[in-house]
């Protein structure tokens, strides 16, 4: 079945520097989803990619989905002490729930 | 709010006793899923429902089994817990003209 891997597993950064955590997929997806899951939460979504080659911003972050459809990534500029918690891709589309990569925790030092 | 509610949050059982974790949606959503998250693994799908009576398995089904005899809730048994269903479990909603999942805020279940 569908595959979705993510790296870096952990990923510690002083504050202020840049992130960036990679989503790959085995298959070509139809969409991808980031959802970002603070300390002791629940995952909560943060912005879907459908089309290839797109490129979509909220602040701070940016994410991008490869021209392929298989590939992903978020960076977040210039790291915060909210931005502390665990990143997770995930792909699929169909009623059959979404795939999810394993996340990227992100340790924040002030 | 999404509109998602849990029970029980936190659940302390023996290896072989039954266990049913509830969610209950106010959205009137069609589908629903029922995830576990484990250190190293991420969320994985144990099972989902398309809607009422209506279910299918996921990655993770085995030693699960689920009911939803009303669009509002989605259950989860347990019908004789061992230690490697310590986790915590995770129900999500997905409204159809969006796609996002929405999830609860989690049911931790420890099995001695």
């Known amino acids: 079945g569908q595959q979705v891997m993510q790296i870096p597993q952990y990923q510690h950064v002083q504050e202020g520097e840049d992130f960036t955590t990679y989503c790959n997929s085995s298959t070509t997806l139809s969409n991808i989803q980031w959802y970002k899951q603070r300390p002791g939460g629940h995952p909560v979504f943060l912005i879907q990619l459908v089309k290839s080659g797109e490129v979509k911003k909220q602040k701070r972050l940016t994410f991008q989905f490869g021209e392929a459809k298989k590939n992903s990534s978020l960076h977040i500029t210039a790291t915060q002490t909210t931005d502390v918690g665990t990143y997770f891709c995930?792909?699929?589309?169909?009623?059959?729930?979404?795939?999810f990569g394993k996340g990227t925790h992100l340790i924040i030092q002030p | 709010d999404a509109g998602i509610t849990q029970s029980p949050r936190h659940k302390v059982t023996e290896t072989g006793t039954p266990v049913t974790l509830r969610c209950h949606q106010t959205e009137n959503h069609r589908y629903m899923y029922w995830y576990r998250q484990d250190p190293g693994h991420g969320l994985r799908l144990i099972h989902y429902?398309?809607?009422?009576?209506?279910?299918d398995k996921g990655e993770v089904s085995d030693g699960y089994s689920v009911s939803r005899s009303k669009t509002e809730d989605f259950l989860l048994t347990l019908e004789s817990a061992t230690s490697s269903q310590t986790s915590v479990y995770f129900c999500a909603i997905r409204p159809m003209n969006t796609g996002e999942l929405f999830f609860g805020e989690g049911s931790r279940l420890t099995v001695l």
């Open positions: 995930c792909g699929g589309g169909g009623a059959d729930g979404l795939t």
């Open positions: 429902s398309y809607g009422v009576k209506d279910t």
